[in-house]
Each structure stands twice: as C-alpha cells, then as structure tokens.
T-cell receptor
Framework: AQSVTQPDIHITVSEGASLELRCNYS??????LFWYVQSPGQGLQLLLK??????LVQGIKGFEAEFKRSQSSFNLRKPSVHWSDAAEYFC????????????FGKGTTLSVSS | DAGVTQSPTHLIKTRGQQVTLRCSPK?????VSWYQQALGQGPQFIFQ???????QRGNFPDRFSGHQFPNYSSELNVNALLLGDSALYLC????????????FGPGTRLLVL
C-alpha cells in the first residue's frame, strides 16, 4: 500500500548534538517531498521541500534533507540541535499525478535534553 | 501579510450536533484544503476547494462537507458528530491547485462529548 513511514515515534537528542529524522515512502514514481514542524498547539510550518534537481535540500532553521531515490527516503538532518527545536516533525508527500493532497507520516516527536 | 486564519480556535459539541469551521487563506492564495489531525497522528486530507468547487476528496464520509466563497475563504461542515470526530482541524492554502507549498493555519480544536 502507498504510504509514508516515519520509523521513529520519539527521539531524544542532547542540545548541540546532531539530528537525523527518517522518512520513507512507498510510491511508484518519485513524489514531491516535504518536511513540516508542529510546535505544541500550533499549526504546521514548512521546513523544506523537494521537487526535483539537487537531492540535498536546504530549509529554514538550519535544517536540510537528502532525497535518496534508491532507498525511497527523505531524511531530515540538523548538525546542531537547539532546545527550541523540540517539536513534532512530519514528513509528507504529494504523489505525482494524483492531485495535490498532502499525505503525512505519523510524525516523530523530538525532545531536546540539556 | 496575513497568513492563514481559522475560527474558532476551540469548540466543544455533543454527539449528533453539527459544526461549522471557517478558514481564510493567505493573501494571494485561491485554493483551500482541509485536514483532520487526531491526537498523536499525522494530518489526514479531507478535501480541497478551488474556484468554489470541491476538486479532490480524501476518505471521509459525506457527513463532512465544505464550501468555498468568492473571496476564497472556506467552511468545513460536519453533521451528526461522532466522538471520533474529536480532532484538530487544519486548513491549508495554496495557489492554483499547485503542488507547491501549502501554508497551514493554527487549526481549530474540536471536542465532541
């Protein structure tokens, strides 16, 4: 079945440490790929997106993501995490030629320890 | 530049009642999509409106209906509320049904008792 998988439900990272959040998708063609962040009680904010071209994408707040076609993955990274990065992170796709609805993963909760 | 706005912020209803949620898109956007986010889950697509017509629909029953007005704002209506309809309802706006960035509002938290 077509889906977006975020294998890690909850991750705790020390402040200043690096971060990688995983995302895998199962669609035949390469979909459009997104990462959103949601702070408690808030809506979703777009961190970055990939449509085509350079497979390493830079986003806001120092985040980047790498698209790997062979692994059907779009992992989010940050070299040094700040306490304010604690939030819920969602990977989402728009399957090509299938409308424009976003299909979300279940999310990964990031906690930052001091 | 106003972003996506939604009203109300919170709402409490009882089973069987009907509810209407409202959304104003970001300035310059003409497409509105609605998502339901249950607690601990990712958002699920309900439907999308463009040019006052429903253009795409997710796997939601007919109890969920919507409308888009000439000024591009939108309403989400849910009839015969069930306990399971309790969720955060998110509105997102974009331009010309684009597959590019959808901007989300802060959501309406609906509690059905």
């Amino acid at each position: 079945a077509q889906s977006v998988t975020q294998p890690d439900i909850h991750i705790t990272v020390s402040e200043g440490a690096s971060l990688e959040l995983r995302c895998n998708y199962s669609y035949g063609a390469t979909p459009y790929l997104f990462w959103y962040v949601q702070s408690p009680g808030q809506g979703l904010q777009l961190l970055l997106k990939y449509f085509s071209g350079d497979t390493l994408v830079q986003g806001i707040k120092g985040f980047e993501a790498e698209f790997k076609r062979s692994q059907s993955s779009f992992n989010l990274r940050k070299p040094s995490v700040h306490w304010s990065d604690a939030a819920e992170y969602f990977c989402a796709v728009v399957p090509n030629q299938a409308g424009t609805a976003l299909i979300f993963g279940k999310g990964t909760t990031l906690s930052v320890s001091s | 530049d106003a972003g996506v706005t939604q009203s109300p912020t919170h709402l409490i209803k009882t089973r069987g009642q009907q509810v209407t949620l409202r959304c104003s898109p970001k300035s310059g956007h003409d497409t509105v999509s609605w998502y339901q986010q249950a607690l601990g889950q990712g958002p699920q697509f309900i439907f999308q409106y463009y040019e006052e017509e429903e253009r795409q629909r997710g796997n939601f029953p007919d109890r969920f209906s919507g409308h888009q007005f000439p000024n591009y704002s939108s309403e989400l209506n849910v009839n015969a509320l069930l306990l399971g309809d309790s969720a955060l309802y998110l509105c997102a706006s974009s331009w010309r049904l684009g597959q590019e960035t959808q901007y989300f509002g802060p959501g309406t938290r609906l509690l059905v008792l």
